[in-house]
């Protein structure tokens, strides 16, 4: 079945670091990648996505990069604020089935000032 | 911003008593779900409605779980009687007749002891 496998947190960064997450997964078909993040007490908010091969999601000056050929989809900043501490998720939807999104189990980010 | 609305937000319970979390979609939303997050993990569908009606239900552990969504808009998740394991963050989430994004409430965190 559709996996998802993250690097394993916490990542610990000083403010204005560069993040990388790492996110490869496994699906029959040609899923929908997304990331979410959820801060501190609150729920999954989407923070972006991509629907096809070399498409690349940006937000908030996210991004990642839908690789098919390695099955990534990476998630980087280039620099980093303490406001974006919180766990990031990465998942994916296989377009042909249901639109309930495999989740993988997240990774947590701590930024220090 | 319309926003998911969960209720309570944190619940402490005994094994053994019946709990109960409330779900309220984004208004005009159709379909609606239930997630359970166990620490440390991503979320994972419980059940699924459209409208008032069961899409899918097969991951929710049926002899003490159960959900309803009477009138197609707000729904109910009851857990009874509670057992240890069931200790997690419960999430709801909505989305439109398409289902392309689900927009996600704070979540429920359920202590049992």
């Known amino acids: 079945g559709d996996s998802v496998t993250q690097m394993e947190g916490p990542v610990t960064l000083s403010e204005e670091a560069f993040l990388t997450i790492n996110c490869t997964y496994t699906?029959?078909?040609?899923?929908?990648l997304f990331w979410y993040v959820q801060y501190p007490g609150e729920g999954l908010q989407l923070l972006l996505k991509a629907t096809k091969a070399d498409d690349k999601g940006s937000n908030k000056g996210f991004e990642a990069t839908y690789r098919k050929e390695t099955t990534s989809f990476h998630l980087e900043k280039g620099s980093v604020q303490v406001s974006d501490s919180a766990v990031y998720f990465c998942?994916?939807?296989?377009?042909?089935?249901?639109?309930?999104?495999?989740f993988g189990r997240g990774t947590s980010l701590i930024v220090h000032p | 911003e319309a926003e998911v609305a969960q209720s309570p937000r944190y619940k402490i319970t005994e094994k053994s008593q019946a709990v109960a979390f409330w779900c309220d979609p984004i208004?005009?939303?159709?379909?609606l779900y239930w997630y359970r997050q166990i620490l440390g993990q991503g979320p994972e569908l419980l059940v699924q409605f459209q409208d008032e009606s069961v899409v899918d239900d097969s991951q929710l552990p049926k002899d003490r779980f159960s959900a309803e969504r009477l009138k197609g808009v707000d729904s109910t998740l009851k857990i009874q009687p509670a057992e240890l394991g069931d200790s997690a963050m419960y999430l709801c989430?909505?989305?439109?007749?398409?289902?392309?994004?689900?927009?996600f409430g704070p979540g429920t965190r359920l202590t049992v002891l």
């Open positions: 699906a029959t078909g040609y899923p929908s």
């Open positions: 989430a909505s989305s439109g007749r398409q289902g392309n994004e689900q927009f």
């Open positions: 208004s005009g939303h159709a379909t």
């Open positions: 998942a994916l939807r296989d377009p042909g089935g249901s639109y309930i999104p495999t």
